[in-house]
């Protein structure tokens, strides 16, 4: 922000900042910016932020950016002759902003009651992890943090695992000293008016919460008869490489995804009732798979040394695309049977890497399930006809059933707005539990399909972790993060000369039976001891 010095608006307003590293210092160089004389108080040793990164001396420019255009004073608040300096400092200022843990200052007497009775129009700046009191209150406080317990890195999860992501940037921090330099501007027009100063309390978990709240949050919004859940907001979206680097498209506007299509060469694609908005193309996201075949021959363009692919779909469009360029699985259910290689021995062409054999699995999973809930006799089976391996998995659960003595109920969502049908098609059949197959597209809508599996009082397997954690009974399936982990080596091996052909595909080497006890008993559950012991992750 860049004003004249005639028109800059805090002009004649005294900052005391007592706050450190990133939240605070950041909401002062704002209301610096923009006139403020900002006193900014540090230790002997310095702050912390002068330590963190690419530095000159003790200058990083962490501390640079966020302390720009500042005053400094240092002050050891060990001494009582340096706290008489502050005080004396603190009684001339209209703001003053910490970001201590709760009771630091009031050890010091230099807390908002005893500053704010002394000098009733300052504006004393609270900035806090989780706010003043509360079991973690006075715990320390970093920006990864925030993002886990705020759903930050939740609502961003990693499109090749699910797995919640943590963003490469101080997200919350930022955001949180943004809102402070709102409030403590509004807090001084305010007092213009009153002549009052206040206290202002802001915990950075409930700015992350507020920050997320228009999107991210927007599936919790409606409290008494909520619509059905949507897609996640900005799931699919993602860079995509060209030849010379990488682009990125938003269309919400219809004339924007017409302009799109025809510059992409289709532009049939803008006439088709499946993509005629935003919110329809997010329902209809697995119907643009025959589109993968192109989008394939389009990245097969490109100078790639080895592809690495996660989805069965993704998978069978490189498959068609090219027999040359090299290809490692990492998560591709069944490749023998799907006909992506010969043999786990002698895969025999361009791919290789890490089959999961999801379908062998699913007869352990419905064992795990009948465990858990063995007076289901009715078991609804969910796939998705758009994965090449709903066969398999149709064919496994059958006689996974057969030799438990259960009746298989086959249901079909193949895109996210066919899992409210699926789901009332097996109530109708009478299904007295659920089985999940391990899918993309029903890992991406892991979160509707918990509520609407809750709704209907199902005890539910899944052959993806994920799931559990959004709400379901249990699961049991390979640790994907692991698979991932065991590809790069095969990465490794085929940059360093390896042909495809010759590296025998592996099976994943873990498996994992995770609970959520909690699912349990709202169901009326009570899972086996011997259930219990084989587990290696239960929620409570």
């Given at each position: 922000?860049?004003?004249?010095?005639?028109?800059?608006?805090?002009?004649?307003?005294?900052?005391?900042?007592?706050?450190?590293?990133?939240?605070?210092?950041?909401?002062?160089?704002?209301?610096?910016?923009?006139?403020?004389?900002?006193?900014?108080?540090?230790?002997?040793?310095?702050?912390?932020?002068?330590?963190?990164?690419?530095?000159?001396?003790?200058?990083?420019?962490?501390?640079?950016?966020?302390?720009?255009?500042?005053?400094?004073?240092?002050?050891?608040?060990?001494?009582?002759?340096?706290?008489?300096?502050?005080?004396?400092?603190?009684?001339?200022?209209?703001?003053?902003?910490?970001?201590?843990?709760?009771?630091?200052?009031?050890?010091?007497?230099?807390?908002?009651?005893?500053?704010?009775?002394?000098?009733?129009?300052?504006?004393?700046?609270?900035?806090?992890?989780?706010?003043?009191?509360?079991?973690?209150?006075?715990?320390?406080?970093?920006?990864?943090?925030?993002?886990?317990?705020?759903?930050?890195?939740?609502?961003?999860?990693?499109?090749?695992?699910?797995?919640?992501?943590?963003?490469?940037?101080?997200?919350?921090?930022?955001?949180?000293?943004?809102?402070?330099?709102?409030?403590?501007?509004?807090?001084?027009?305010?007092?213009?008016?009153?002549?009052?100063?206040?206290?202002?309390?802001?915990?950075?978990?409930?700015?992350?919460?507020?920050?997320?709240?228009?999107?991210?949050?927007?599936?919790?919004?409606?409290?008494?008869?909520?619509?059905?859940?949507?897609?996640?907001?900005?799931?699919?979206?993602?860079?995509?490489?060209?030849?010379?680097?990488?682009?990125?498209?938003?269309?919400?506007?219809?004339?924007?995804?017409?302009?799109?299509?025809?510059?992409?060469?289709?532009?049939?694609?803008?006439?088709?009732?499946?993509?005629?908005?935003?919110?329809?193309?997010?329902?209809?996201?697995?119907?643009?798979?025959?589109?993968?075949?192109?989008?394939?021959?389009?990245?097969?363009?490109?100078?790639?040394?080895?592809?690495?692919?996660?989805?069965?779909?993704?998978?069978?469009?490189?498959?068609?695309?090219?027999?040359?360029?090299?290809?490692?699985?990492?998560?591709?259910?069944?490749?023998?049977?799907?006909?992506?290689?010969?043999?786990?021995?002698?895969?025999?062409?361009?791919?290789?890497?890490i089959t999961a054999q999801n379908e062998a699995v699913l007869g352990k999973l419905i064992e795990q399930l009948h465990a858990a809930a063995p007076q289901a006799r009715r078991i609804a089976v969910l796939v998705n006809e758009s994965n090449p391996s709903h066969g398999a998995f149709w064919e496994a659960a059958q006689a996974a059933c057969a030799t438990l003595g259960l009746v298989p109920l086959r249901v079909v969502a193949s895109a996210p707005d066919r899992i409210d049908a699926a789901l009332a098609q097996a109530?109708?059949?009478?299904?007295?539990?659920?089985?999940?197959?391990?899918?993309?597209?029903?890992?991406?809508?892991?979160?509707?399909?918990?509520?609407?599996?809750?709704?209907?009082?199902?005890?539910?397997?899944?052959?993806?972790?994920?799931?559990?954690?959004?709400?379901?009974?249990?699961?049991?399936?390979?640790?994907?993060?692991?698979?991932?982990?065991?590809?790069?080596?095969?990465?490794?091996?085929?940059?360093?000369?390896?042909?495809?052909?010759?590296?025998?595909?592996?099976?994943?080497?873990?498996?994992?039976?995770?609970?959520?006890?909690?699912?349990?008993?709202?169901?009326?559950?009570?899972?086996?001891?011997?259930?219990?012991?084989?587990?290696?992750?239960?929620?409570?």
């Amino acid at each position: 922000m860049t004003l004249p010095t005639t028109s800059q608006p805090l002009t004649g307003v005294r900052v005391l900042d007592l706050s450190a590293v990133l939240s605070g210092p950041l909401a002062t160089a704002l209301l610096a910016d923009q006139g403020a004389d900002v006193i900014k108080v540090e230790p002997p040793g310095g702050d912390q932020s002068r330590r963190i990164g690419p530095a000159k001396g003790d200058l990083s420019a962490m501390f640079i950016t966020a302390n720009r255009g500042k005053r400094s004073i240092v002050l050891d608040l060990k001494r009582k002759d340096h706290l008489a300096v502050l005080r004396d400092l603190a009684g001339r200022a209209d703001v003053l902003v910490e970001n201590f843990r709760p009771g630091a200052m009031a050890r010091l007497s230099l807390d908002a009651a005893t500053l704010c009775a002394a000098h009733p129009r300052l504006i004393y700046a609270s900035i806090t992890g989780f706010g003043p009191s509360g079991p973690y209150a006075g715990g320390r406080v970093y920006d990864a943090v925030i993002q886990a317990v705020s759903g930050m890195s939740a609502s961003h999860p990693s499109q090749a695992t699910g797995e919640p992501t943590l963003l490469a940037t101080t997200v919350c921090d930022k955001l949180t000293g943004l809102t402070a330099a709102q409030a403590i501007c509004a807090a001084l027009y305010a007092r213009e008016r009153t002549g009052q100063g206040t206290h202002l309390q802001l915990a950075m978990l409930d700015a992350a919460l507020a920050f997320q709240w228009p999107d991210a949050m927007n599936n919790h919004l409606f409290v008494t008869d909520p619509p059905a859940a949507f897609p996640e907001f900005g799931i699919h979206q993602r860079p995509y490489r060209t030849r010379n680097g990488h682009v990125a498209a938003m269309t919400p506007q219809p004339d924007e995804f017409v302009a799109l299509c025809k510059g992409l060469g289709h532009p049939e694609l803008a006439a088709d009732p499946r993509f005629a908005d935003s919110n329809v193309r997010r329902r209809h996201v697995a119907e643009l798979l025959p589109l993968l075949d192109a989008l394939a021959a389009e990245l097969l363009a490109q100078p790639v040394d080895v592809i690495v692919v996660g989805p069965p779909q993704a998978l069978r469009a490189l498959h068609k695309a090219t027999s040359t360029v090299p290809i490692v699985m990492a998560n591709v259910s069944n490749a023998v049977g799907n006909r992506f290689v010969a043999s786990l021995a002698r895969p025999g062409g361009n791919i290789t890497g890490i089959t999961a054999q999801n379908e062998a699995v699913l007869g352990k999973l419905i064992e795990q399930l009948h465990a858990a809930a063995p007076q289901a006799r009715r078991i609804a089976v969910l796939v998705n006809e758009s994965n090449p391996s709903h066969g398999a998995f149709w064919e496994a659960a059958q006689a996974a059933c057969a030799t438990l003595g259960l009746v298989p109920l086959r249901v079909v969502a193949s895109a996210p707005d066919r899992i409210d049908a699926a789901l009332a098609q097996a109530q109708r059949e009478r299904a007295q539990a659920i089985v999940v197959v391990a899918d993309a597209m029903f890992l991406t809508e892991r979160d509707r399909l918990a509520a609407l599996i809750g709704a209907a009082r199902l005890p539910s397997a899944y052959g993806l972790r994920e799931h559990v954690v959004a709400g379901g009974l249990l699961s049991y399936a390979a640790d994907i993060a692991q698979n991932y982990r065991d590809a790069a080596v095969y990465v490794d091996k085929i940059l360093r000369g390896a042909k495809p052909a010759d590296l025998p595909v592996a099976q994943p080497t873990r498996y994992q039976l995770v609970l959520n006890l909690k699912t349990a008993g709202t169901l009326g559950l009570t899972l086996p001891q011997s259930l219990l012991l084989r587990a290696d992750e239960v929620i409570e």
